[in-house]
């Protein structure tokens, strides 16, 4: 059984003064709430911010440290001004309200607190890295820690690591408002497995990963730089028996509410003191409801619970105040001596009062303007075990693709939202227990246990990659290069384009920068030294970008090869091109459809290239051009897709076998240097002699022996070899 490692922003624990000294108790979050029961019962870790205990004497920190290692909770400790600019900066006036769909109070102009998210993450990976052991599961939480996977992978590449998102994914066109949307798509892209609480939100993340990151998507399985990330639906469960076991506490609770309100139905609304949670229109919705029915605030109660949250910010202040004075105007207008219709209370409750509130209210209230999942519904469902009340669900909160039995609302129609209170009041008894029973033994079913165990699975099956920083059972890298560096002859083949020099939009946009030019020109003018460049670009395009240089080049993958400047262009692969024109006609028709899509021509090969089309469309086109090149069943062409391109290409042309000619050129006893970050270089790498020093640019399975993370990193490996 592998060791699962927990990561989330907080630490299942409270810790608070007493005495002369300080306590850990229990956290009632509901990430806390989901995965303190396998966290107990594994012998994992958790990794999170035990909260602010700078209060402590050294000894006082001792106790509690050594408390936190008995529990095998690892603190990731933070100041106040990281709390300042992480959490609440970036994470709560940045992401959440943007995940949300609360355009105008997202805070965008928030380096300082971009710069902490930054440095936070990597504090957390790097403790993460720390203390994993081959094997070990990393689980790792919400919007607070969207970096860390990809700082992770790069401490540990073998790591398994998931990531599961406990807010909305919003729309692409939402997502892409965000100046740093990249780096957190690069940050989730290090996850083995991403997963999401509806379909929708997981369709919303493909889609913004495509449109930033040009990545390609297969059902539910996302190619980007060879990596695969495997996306999925976990709708998040409660601990249902929980709340449907029965307790004498919760009796006298329940017998005291009934007794207060006797004769009068009881409208009830929970949530955390939330912009996102609905809680203003909610109210402006029940006060069209005694307006256009004067008798209902003698028979009719709303109690209105506001969970304490986020205090220090400034927005949820202002929340508390707003809605206190929307109570007052309510009360004002439609209470009597006797009868207060509105009753708000800003506070915590305990479970039991908690428990005896779901089964005393006839109504549950449950309509955010957004919500990830909402739980709140799912705790009234599980709580009723006497399969009565009805819930009003909003059609924004992710618990509504499972509830259907709800009534489901709009709670930006406030006319609606009324109607559907006045419905649920006039409800006849048979179908509010119908309703309630199918919602209930649901809840029970795909309870929090459910939920845990089917992601946990799903990591598990993630394969256990080797590490490709070191020789298998030998030398590292560094040794390798410092090998090479000694060497009397030296072969370098690199690969061009997301190699030697980023992906563009455009191919003709991925020019070679000065340093690159220098660093070409010191390699090859190393005594004994031969470089050459191996490309799917034409002869005419490499030879604009680096014909100056003292390199040899090979061009369409091998097809065409100039060994150096003063040599001419040679054709190192015979075949019939007949098939050019008719898949040639093929492509045309297919890019004539696509806005963005185009076709390259080459001498042996036709390419698609798709790039900058819209992911959904590209995703259609390339099944389309699959099965109608797969209809043609042509024996004379080959098909290699590559990052945004399909290529057809005539058979035989491929690194490896120009590779070999290079090496046969060569002195006996030349030592080799190979880069490459795509599929065509994996037919480079299979070529290569075992004692070839191959090196794979980015994520994704490679032949090759070694790895490093972008094109950056890579010519820091040639620098190293002049």
Same mark, same amino acid.
């Given at each position: ?459 598990? #099956? @993630?394969? $256990? =990659?080797?590490? %490709? ?5 030998? *030398?590292? !890298?560094? &040794?390798?290069?410092?090998? /090479? ?44 030294? #031969? @470089?050459? $460049? =191996?490309?799917? %670009? ?5 030879? *604009?970008? !680096?014909? &100056?240089?003292?390199?040899? /080049? ?169």
């Amino acid at each position: 059984m592998s060791r699962l490692l927990i990561a989330s922003n907080r630490l299942p624990i409270t810790i608070q003064p007493e005495g002369d000294g300080f306590e850990l108790r229990p956290s009632s979050g509901g990430l806390a709430t989901a995965l303190r029961g396998p966290h107990a019962k594994g012998d994992g870790l958790w990794f999170g911010w035990p909260g602010d205990v700078s209060q402590a004497t050294p000894e006082q920190r001792a106790r509690i440290d050594a408390e936190l290692v008995e529990r095998r909770l690892v603190p990731i400790d933070l100041t106040a001004a990281e709390v300042a600019h992480y959490y609440d900066g970036f994470s709560n006036g940045a992401v959440w309200p943007l995940f949300h769909y609360s355009l105008d109070k997202v805070r965008l102009e928030a380096r300082e607190d971009w710069v902490t998210y930054q440095h936070v993450n990597q504090r957390f990976a790097e403790a993460i890295a720390a203390r994993t052991q081959p094997g070990d599961l990393v689980w790792i939480h919400d919007y607070h820690l969207m970096l860390v996977p990809e700082y992770l992978r790069r401490l540990v590449p073998g790591a398994r690591i998931g990531f599961f998102l406990h807010i909305p994914f919003p729309a692409a066109d939402v997502f892409r408002i965000l100046p740093w949307r990249e780096e957190v798509l690069r940050g989730l892209m290090g996850a083995d497995l991403l997963g999401f609480h509806t379909g929708e939100y997981l369709t919303n993340f493909a889609r913004s990963a495509a449109q930033v990151l040009a990545t390609d998507l297969d059902v539910d399985v996302i190619r980007w730089a060879d990596h695969s990330v495997r996306l999925g639906t976990f709708p998040i469960g409660i601990d249902a028996a929980a709340f449907a076991a029965d307790s004498p506490e919760i009796d006298v609770e329940l017998a005291a509410l009934r007794k207060n309100t006797a004769g009068r139905r009881l409208i009830l609304g929970i949530d955390r003191l939330d912009y996102t949670k609905g809680i203003l229109r909610r109210l402006l919705a029940f006060e069209r409801l005694l307006e256009g029915d004067q008798t209902l605030h003698e028979r009719v109660q709303l109690l209105q619970i506001a969970v304490p949250s986020r205090e220090t910010i400034d927005s949820y202040a202002d929340l508390r105040k707003e809605a206190n004075e929307l109570v007052g105007r309510i009360n004002a207008a439609h209470g009597t001596p006797t009868s207060v219709p509105v009753h708000f209370l800003y506070r915590s409750v305990p479970f039991e009062q908690l428990v005896a509130l779901y089964r005393a209210a006839d109504i549950m209230l449950v309509t955010p303007i957004r919500d990830g999942m909402n739980l709140v519904a799912k705790e009234f469902i599980a709580a009723r075990s006497d399969e009565d009340g009805v819930l009003v669900l909003s059609e924004f909160a992710g618990a509504a693709d499972e509830l259907r039995e709800a009534l489901i609302v709009n709670p930006y129609d406030l006319d609606a939202v009324e109607r559907t209170i006045g419905a649920a009041l006039q409800m006849p008894e048979e179908e509010r227990r119908l309703r309630m029973e199918r919602l209930h033994a649901r809840v029970l079913e795909g309870d929090v246990a459910r939920w845990h165990r089917r992601f946990v699975d799903e990591l598990e #099956r @993630v394969p $256990v =990659l080797p590490a %490709r920083n070191a020789v298998e059972g030998g *030398r590292s !890298l560094d &040794e390798e290069l410092s090998r /090479l560096r000694e060497a009397p002859s030296l072969l370098v083949l690199l690969d061009y384009d997301g190699t030697l020099v980023p992906y563009a939009m455009m191919p003709e946009l991925a020019r070679p920068d000065p340093e690159l030019q220098s660093l070409l020109v010191r390699l090859a003018a190393r005594p004994g030294a #031969r @470089v050459h $460049v =191996l490309t799917g %670009r034409t002869p005419a395009s490499i030879e *604009r970008l !680096l014909g &100056e240089q003292p390199v040899g /080049l090979c061009a369409e993958h091998g097809y065409w090869c100039r060994p150096d400047p003063t040599r001419p262009w040679t054709v190192r692969v015979t075949g019939s091109l007949g098939w050019k024109e008719p898949v040639g006609a093929l492509l045309a028709d297919l890019a004539a459809r696509t806005p963005g899509a185009f076709v390259e021509e080459k001498t042996s090969a036709l390419a698609f290239h798709y790039r900058a089309v819209d992911p959904t469309l590209a995703s259609a086109r390339v099944h389309e051009l699959r099965a109608r090149l797969a209809a043609e069943a042509r024996t004379d062409i080959e098909v290699l897709e590559g990052s945004r391109v399909i290529e057809v290409r005539l058979p035989g042309v491929s690194k490896s076998l120009v590779s070999a000619s290079l090496i046969a050129d060569m002195p006996a006893g030349t030592a080799i240097f190979a880069g490459g970050d795509d599929r065509t270089d994996e037919d480079l790498f299979a070529a290569l002699p075992p004692e070839a020093v191959s090196v794979r640019v980015g994520r994704g399975r490679s032949l090759a022996r070694f790895r490093v993370d972008d094109v950056s990193a890579f010519r820091a490996l040639l620098r190293e070899l002049v």
